[in-house]
């Protein structure tokens, strides 16, 4: 399923709204079976030098896709605000706003991206351990 332009620039931004909720229920999941863990194996090693290698290798195929979607956030910034707010602003006012809404673009789009990826990884090395 293709999006369309306006539904692109709507998902960026609202990401926080749509993408971190899920992925912010894994990450819960996964810090529960973390204690459940401890408590089985009473051991603080579960990830071996392997996991921690494809970890890395997620967390930059992350930041890659997050800055992504902060330079798209960027480039089409003008569809996200709106009239009034251009009109009553000043410019460096939207200057500022321009930024702190790619930093946060950008920030809420790793956590979405990385967690879940995390979260198979633990979940892999959880039930491989067992």
């Given at each position: 399923?293709k999006?369309?332009?306006?539904?692109?620039?709507?998902?960026?931004?609202?990401?926080?709204?749509?993408?971190?909720?899920?992925s912010?229920?894994l990450?819960?999941?996964?810090?529960?079976?973390?204690?459940?863990?401890?408590?089985?194996?009473?051991?603080?090693n579960?990830?071996?030098?392997?996991?921690?290698l494809?970890l890395?290798?997620?967390?930059?195929?992350?930041?890659?896709?997050?800055?992504?979607?902060?330079?798209?956030?960027?480039?089409?910034?003008?569809?996200?605000?709106?009239?009034?707010?251009?009109?009553?602003?000043?410019?460096?006012?939207?200057?500022?706003?321009?930024?702190?809404?790619?930093?946060?673009?950008?920030?809420?789009?790793?956590?979405?991206l990385?967690?879940?990826?995390f979260?198979i990884?633990w979940?892999v090395?959880?039930?491989?351990?067992?």
């Amino acid at each position: 399923m293709k999006l369309s332009f306006n539904d692109k620039c709507w998902v960026v931004a609202n990401i926080k709204r749509v993408l971190a909720p899920p992925s912010a229920i894994l990450l819960f999941a996964v810090f529960y079976s973390a204690e459940q863990a401890k408590k089985e194996l009473n051991t603080h090693n579960i990830f071996g030098f392997w996991s921690i290698l494809i970890l890395i290798i997620m967390g930059l195929i992350a930041i890659k896709y997050a800055y992504q979607i902060a330079k798209f956030a960027s480039a089409n910034f003008d569809q996200v605000v709106s009239r009034r707010t251009k009109w009553k602003s000043s410019n460096v006012e939207l200057h500022e706003m321009k930024y702190r809404f790619v930093l946060e673009t950008f920030g809420w789009a790793l956590f979405s991206l990385f967690t879940p990826l995390f979260s198979i990884v633990w979940f892999v090395i959880y039930i491989v351990k067992f």
